[in-house]
Structures are given as structure tokens and as C-alpha cells.
């Protein structure tokens, strides 16, 4: 089994937090190799303690032909667990209006995704990762719907944890990016408290002390003008107003966002232009494609979509991931877990 260290200094600090909290992270999708042997990473790294899903023969049997060792993490069969017809009359109340009967509540806990959220809902978990088989439409999905946004926010969104090595920008190549996995296509409004929770879960979550975001266009300052401009214009003008004490501005290009020169010349004044850690993005389509070329192109470490802006932690995975990032999405979700309700993001 191949073992993982954190790779910068932030994660060091996440994954000596997540060691310390010891949580319940509930991992669904044991179909596949890569959760398993990231259990026994998890495990073995101590970074909390694990609980797998699925009829326990099959899974055992997997774990080994994966060539992982998980003889001393448990394994819940949802429709076997003691629970099952309790969580299907909450799920009931929770869905109120939106499931009719009892058998439809039962029928969407045999979805494992949605078992999952559901124990993490009902304490009995403190945090789910999937997504590496799943998409993330039917990820976030079930947590949108059974944990909802935490009180105050008004959406959630999912931003990406990325380290870029040999990078001297952002914070020593460490940076988010929001929303590049969540909400296809914000208003100015949702872009705005975008920005202002990813700047929450910098500090929060990663102990940044100065998130600073740009939100990002092809235009910098005035530099072109269009309508799909004048939304990140607006955004940037509702988040200052909303969270004077942030360092959010924009309209930035992102070579005005993350270089010094370049952010002097377009930006002059600009309290992020050329020091941005936080990327922002117009919308989804950019988010997504930006987080992709940056982890193929300059061999980055792309760790999510992790969601933000709920009540409790759900993180989601690319299916295009590798064990070692669903256990330092575990250690994120762990810290999450930890963090004072209401300071989260
Ligand atoms: C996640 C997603 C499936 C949810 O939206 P949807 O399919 O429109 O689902 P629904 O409209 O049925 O919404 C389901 C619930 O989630 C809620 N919801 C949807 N988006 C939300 C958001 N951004 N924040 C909080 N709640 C949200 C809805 O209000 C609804 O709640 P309700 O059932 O209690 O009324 C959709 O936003 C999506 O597909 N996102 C893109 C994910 C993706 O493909 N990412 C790219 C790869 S990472
Ligand atoms: C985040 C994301 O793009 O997920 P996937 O690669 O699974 O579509």
C-alpha cells in the first residue's frame, strides 16, 4: 500500500488538526478500490476513524483483491443496521412534502449516498466523502437536500483545494477555487457570497490568515466591457459592501490576479491584484475547466469539490481521483467537523 504525507505546510496543519479530533468519517462507495485502500490510509495515517458501507462479505472480499487491509474498520449494510426504519421516519419529516410515504424514504436509503448523509445528518457520522464513483450532481444532491445550508447561508457551493508545486503565487502555491464544482450559474448575489464563504473557509478551515480573492474575468478594471463582465463587477461591489473587512476585488484577468507586475500594471491599488489566494470564478464552466487544467497541466494536487455553505460536512471527489485525495478530502472534512458551528464558512 502506497503511503501519503500531506504536501504543504496548510495540509500539515489540516491533517495534524483532523488527528487530533478523531471523527467518524463515513466513506459509501466501497465498489471502489480506490476507497478502500484510502480507508486503510486514513487509518493507518490516523487521521480519524472510518466507517465503510456495504454488505460486509463483498466488501472484505474487495478490500483484499484491492490489496487493502481494513480488518479492523467497520462496515454497516444499511438495510441491515438497527437504524433503518429510525432514519427512514426522519428522513420522512426532513422531506416533508417532498416524498410522500414511508417505502419512499426506505427505498432512498438503500442509495447509499443517501444512508450516508442521512447518518451524518442524525450524528451518527460527523462527516461523508464520495463522488469518486458517483457524479457530483448526485453527491451534492442528497446533502442539499437532508443536511441543507447552514443558518445565514443562502447557498452552498463547492470550492477546490489546490497545490501547485514549484508555484511562488497564491500562498506559496496553495490556493481555492470556488465555485468549481457546485452551482452552475450564480446571480451577482450568490457570486458575491461565494466569495465572501470562501474567504470564511480560507481562514476557518485552512488557518489562511489573509484570504484574499480575486474574482475573475477576461476583463481587468474597465479593461473590456460585456454583460457577463458587469455580473463580476456587481458581485465584487455587493461583497465589499456586504464584508468591508475582506480583502475581495475584481474585475481581475487571472494573470492581473496572481502575478505582482502584471497586477501593478492593470490593478494599480489593488489590494488583491498580483497576491490573490482565493480564485473566484464567473461561473461554472470556468471553475471546472480552470481546476482541471491546473491539476493536469501543472501537476497540481486538486483536492474536492468540497462543499461549503452547509450545515454539516459533506465533501464531494472527481471520479477522476486518486486514493491519495480521498484521504486528504477526509482530513478536510474532518477539520470541518471540528470547527465551531456558525464559524465553519
Ligand atoms: C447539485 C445539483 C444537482 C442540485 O440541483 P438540482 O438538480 O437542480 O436539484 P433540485 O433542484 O432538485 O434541488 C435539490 C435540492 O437542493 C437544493 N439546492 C440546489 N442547489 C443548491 C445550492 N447551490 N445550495 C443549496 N441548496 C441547493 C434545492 O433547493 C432543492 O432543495 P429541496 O428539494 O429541499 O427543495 C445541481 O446544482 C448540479 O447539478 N450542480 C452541478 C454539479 C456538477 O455537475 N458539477 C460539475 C462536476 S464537479
Ligand atoms: C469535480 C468534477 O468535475 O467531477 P467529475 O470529474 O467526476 O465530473
Redesign the pocket.
Known amino acids: 500500500m502506497a503511503t501519503v504525507a500531506p504536501k504543504n505546510a496548510v495540509m500539515e496543519r489540516v491533517w495534524s488538526m483532523a488527528r487530533k479530533g478523531q471523527k467518524r468519517i463515513v466513506l459509501p462507495e466501497t465498489e471502489d478500490e480506490r476507497t478502500l485502500q484510502a480507508a486503510e490510509m486514513i487509518e493507518k495515517a490516523n487521521l480519524g476513524r472510518v466507517i465503510l458501507l456495504g454488505k460486509e462479505d463483498e466488501v472484505r472480499r474487495k478490500a483484499k483483491e484491492a490489496g487493502a487491509n481494513i480488518d479492523n474498520i467497520p462496515v454497516i449494510d444499511p438495510e441491515k443496521y438497527e437504524k433503518f426504519e429510525e432514519y427512514a421516519q426522519k428522513l420522512l419529516e426532513i ?1 416533508k412534502g ?1 416524498i410522500a410515504s414511508i417505502d419512499d424514504a426506505r427505498n432512498l436509503l438503500k442509495n447509499y449516498l443517501y444512508f450516508g448523509v442521512t447518518m451524518v445528518k442524525l450524528d451518527d457520522a460527523d462527516g461523508m466523502v464520495a ?1 469518486a464513483v458517483n ?7 442528497p ?3 437532508i443536511i ?2 447552514a443558518p445565514g ?6 470550492y477546490f483545494a489546490m497545490i501547485v508545486p514549484d508555484c511562488p503565487y497564491g500562498e506559496k502555491g496553495f490556493f481555492l477555487y470556488a465555485d ?5 450559474n ?1 446571480t451577482a448575489e ?1 457570486l458575491a457570497d461565494i466569495a465572501i464563504t470562501t474567504c470564511m473557509t480560507m481562514k476557518n478551515i485552512f488557518g489562511v490568515e489573509e484570504p484574499r480573492a480575486a474574482m475573475l474575468s477576461y476583463s481587468t478594471k474597465g479593461s473590456a466591457s460585456h454583460p457577463i463582465v458587469d455580473k463580476v463587477i456587481e458581485a465584487t461591489k455587493i461583497a465589499n459592501k456586504k464584508r468591508p473587512d475582506l480583502l475581495i476585488d475584481g474585475e481581475l484577468q487571472g494573470d492581473a490576479a496572481l502575478v505582482p507586475e502584471i497586477g501593478r500594471k492593470k490593478a494599480p491599488g489593488s489590494p488583491v491584484a498580483g497576491r490573490a489566494n482565493i480564485l473566484i470564478f464567473p461561473d ?1 464552466n470556468a471553475g ?1 475547466i480552470a481546476y482541471k487544467l491546473t491539476e493536469r497541466l501543472a501537476k497540481a494536487e486538486a483536492y ?2 468540497l462543499l461549503q ?2 450545515d454539516k460536512p459533506v465533501n ?1 471527489l ?1 471520479r477522476g481521483c486518486k486514493a491519495t485525495d480521498i484521504v486528504n478530502v477526509a482530513a478536510i472534512v474532518a477539520v470541518k467537523a471540528m470547527v465551531p458551528y456558525g464559524k465553519r464558512d
Do not use: C, W
Open positions: 422531506r417532498k463522488g457524479t457530483s450532481a448526485d453527491v451534492e444532491r446533502a442539499f437536500q441543507k445550508t447561508i443562502s447557498i452552498a457551493s463547492a468549481s464544482g457546485g452551482h452552475p450564480p450568490e461554472l471546472n474536492g469539490p455553505g452547509l464531494d472527481s
